[in-house]
């Protein structure tokens, strides 16, 4: 089963203090400013929404830079989910704006987001359990062959597809790609769905969570694969509770509280301690 | 056959005997095998139960024509089944649409050329429905083509009077939709498995066909993918009523007449032959293979039995029992065998088994709440 790889994409580089080599170190130890005048990827101004009686979102702004990595903290409850969920184009704001390098945007369905290149890897994981590797890889965005109302899937580019996206994050794939969705582990649907996020061109990968389930060395690979996707000039946006997790690997933390934006920290201006008072106090 | 297990095979080379076992394995894994095997012992119990008569040309002529309107109507369902819908509709649909099709060529005098694609167009119009109001109001399709299913019904009855209704039919147009081909099998035989091949490779080669699994698999991951799920679910109700209304044409042309009864309990009928084709109830997996020996499963106990003598009512109660067999076969056996470990180091990846073992863990859910 184990085809030659996509000679065109070079392996990710090596990264011997990185995440993924057991004890989690901070993945670069100085952190540039955000440099005067770059346009965010993506810019949440003035985030509100309520569902109903409860207030989610309060007021939040925050911004997404190309080649970074932020990571917003909170609790339970906190209003994460409902913030990416607003910039994945899964439900409107009720008031805020949204802003796509520097452009207004309303996203309307999460089509739309993924046309534009915000890829998101949500908290309930995106995996149909009776597809294949591959069928779960290119799903939405199938090749096809033929012409007119003939066009066929295309079974072995999408095979083709999905083994560069897979080697293009440094995935070691050793089953076949015909192994169905039921059969993957929690840590294998992360890596397949960051996989899929930038193969198809992302500019901003949003993730909920992924790490939350994992065992330490899972957790580590996925850590690792998202340092990759922010070397490859992403902007990325990583939710976790896992504050070591965030403070490894991002480059500026966003803590949310009760809907609100509690905090704003490059990472090298905080460190475990403040981060935990922080959010016991407001949370 | 040989060259099947072959593609999985480990470095060393496995005995015959596991090959065998292993293709008899993989055998009851694919969704088509219930179907299969109820054909095969259906077929020897009706040989049995009446040799001079069972095993007779004339008798395959009248199970393939039961067989192939159940069946285009049955192609549908299971499409929309493995999406992850259900439409009881179809028999009121299929009425509705045979009463179009015999007034457009009795009442206002036109060609079956021109009355049967607007039948068919009709046909469609009431699936978009179908479809517009489960997207639109996020309802249950069950509820939503029950209440149709109602309402068309109730529309044809008030439009014949309860009557049947005949029509001349140009003898061209009979036999290009149901009349007798070579060997005396009729031309519905030839749409239906025309049909069934079309709707294969529409499901296993098309994107659509790719969309309608995951709309069946997990509906949200297929929506946040970018699959514009809400589509896929009009397109499907779609084609289940335009084959609804085809299959109802072929019975335009078969019987010459419509009435108001037409297609009542065929939706059951349909849900039951895909069940027995080996497509989930729960969704996301299935055979159109499956579906169409399903439908001749149907045919040939609703002939065997008439030709074994046996009372009208025991047909609905032999279906039943092989629906209720077929079921556990295409779960609980299968979920069993695909937990056994493949024999002698085959790859273990098996659809088939993979979705026995999804139902399983559905199922057990569903009685642990
Ligand atoms: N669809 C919804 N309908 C109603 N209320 C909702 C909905 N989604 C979220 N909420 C509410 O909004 C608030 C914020 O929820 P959210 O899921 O965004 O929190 P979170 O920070 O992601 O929490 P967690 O860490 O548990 O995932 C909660 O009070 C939640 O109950
Ligand atoms: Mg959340």
Redesign the interface.
């Known amino acids: 089963m184990s085809e030659p790889l996509n000679p065109d994409q070079p392996p990710t580089r090596a990264r011997p203090s990185g995440a993924g080599s057991g004890e989690l170190e901070a993945s670069r130890r100085t952190i540039e400013p955000i440099p005067p005048g770059a346009v965010p990827v993506m810019e949440a101004d003035h985030i509100s929404k309520g569902f109903g009686a409860t207030t989610a979102l309060v007021d939040v702004s925050l911004k997404a830079y190309s080649g970074r990595i932020l990571a917003l903290l909170g609790d339970n409850g906190a209003g994460k989910s409902t913030l990416i969920k607003i910039l994945?184009g899964?439900f409107p704001p009720d008031g805020g704006t949204l802003r796509f390098n520097g452009q207004d945007v309303v996203l309307r369905?999460?089509?739309e987001a993924?046309?534009r290149g915000i890829a998101?890897v949500?908290q309930?994981?995106?995996?149909?359990?009776?597809?294949s590797v591959t069928?779960n890889i290119v799903?939405?965005?199938?090749p096809?062959k033929g012409f007119g109302p003939f066009?066929?899937?295309d079974?072995k580019k999408a095979d083709a597809m999905a083994r560069s996206a897979l080697h293009q994050l440094g995935v070691r794939w050793e089953?076949?790609l015909?192994?169905?969705?039921?059969?993957i582990s929690g840590g294998e649907r992360q890596s397949l769905a960051i996989a899929?996020a930038m193969f198809f061109g992302s500019s901003l990968l949003i993730l909920d969570e992924p790490t939350s389930a994992l065992a330490v060395r899972q957790a580590g690979k996925v850590l690792d694969h998202i340092l990759t996707a922010r070397d490859q000039g992403q902007a990325v946006i990583l939710i976790t509770h896992n504050f070591r997790h965030a403070l490894s690997v991002a480059d500026d933390i966003t803590v949310l509280a009760q809907g609100r934006v509690a905090g704003h920290f490059r990472r090298d201006e905080t460190d475990l301690d403040a981060l935990t008072d922080l959010v016991a106090r407001v949370g | 056959m040989t060259n099947e297990p072959a593609s999985g095979v480990a470095r060393t080379v496995p005995s015959r005997r596991i090959v065998y076992g292993e293709a008899l394995r993989r055998f009851m894994l694919r969704p088509e095998s219930t179907a299969i095997a109820a054909v095969l012992i259906l077929f020897v119990v009706f040989t049995i139960l009446s040799p001079a008569l069972f095993p007779t040309k004339l008798t395959y002529i009248s199970i393939m024509a039961i067989a192939s309107e159940l069946g285009i109507l049955s192609i549908g369902v299971t499409l929309l089944m493995i999406g992850g819908h259900f439409d009881l509709s179809v028999g009121a649909v299929l009425g509705l649409t045979s009463y179009v099709c015999v007034v457009l060529m009795r009442d206002f005098g036109l060609s079956p050329v021109i009355a049967a694609p607007v039948a068919v167009a009709v046909g469609a119009l009431l699936g978009g429905l179908n479809g517009y109001v489960v997207v639109r109001f996020r309802i249950h399709s069950f509820v939503v083509t029950l209440g149709t299913m109602l309402i068309w019904r109730g529309v044809l009855i008030a439009l014949t009077g309860g009557f049947p209704m005949t029509v001349d039919i140009p003898v061209v147009f009979k036999n290009v939709m149901s009349g007798p081909l070579i060997f005396g099998f009729r031309m519905s035989m030839v749409w239906f498995f025309a049909i069934t091949l079309l709707a294969t490779?529409l499901l296993t080669?098309?994107?659509l066909?790719?969309?309608i699994?995951?709309r069946g698999?997990?509906e949200?991951?297929?929506?946040?993918?970018?699959?514009?799920v809400d589509r896929v679910t009009i397109i499907l109700f779609v084609l289940t009523s335009a084959l609804a209304a085809v299959a109802g044409i072929i019975q335009v042309a078969r019987f010459s007449s419509v009435d108001a009864l037409r297609g009542e309990g065929m939706e059951l009928q349909a849900v039951a032959v895909t069940v027995i084709g080996g497509t989930l109830l729960s969704g996301?997996?299935g055979s159109v293979v499956g579906t169409m020996l399903g439908a001749i499963t149907f045919g040939m106990i609703q002939v065997g039995l008439v030709l074994a003598g046996a009372p009208g009512h025991f047909f609905r109660t032999l279906t039943g029992v092989i629906v209720v067999g077929a079921v556990i076969l295409n779960t609980d056996v299968a979920r069993r065998m695909a937990r056994s470990k493949p024999l002698g180091g085959f790859?273990?990846?098996s659809?088939a088994a993979?979705?026995a073992?999804?139902a399983g863990a559905a199922a057990e859910k569903g009685e642990a709440g």
């Open positions: 994945s899964v369905n999460p089509a993924r046309e998101t949500f309930d994981l995106a995996v149909c359990e009776l597809l069928r799903l939405g965005r199938e096809q066009k066929f899937l079974l089953r076949g015909d192994e169905k969705g039921i059969n899929r | 490779i080669r098309s994107r066909g790719n969309w699994q995951a698999q997990n949200n991951a297929a929506r946040n993918l970018g699959v514009p996301g997996y790859k273990r990846s659809a993979d979705a073992i999804q």
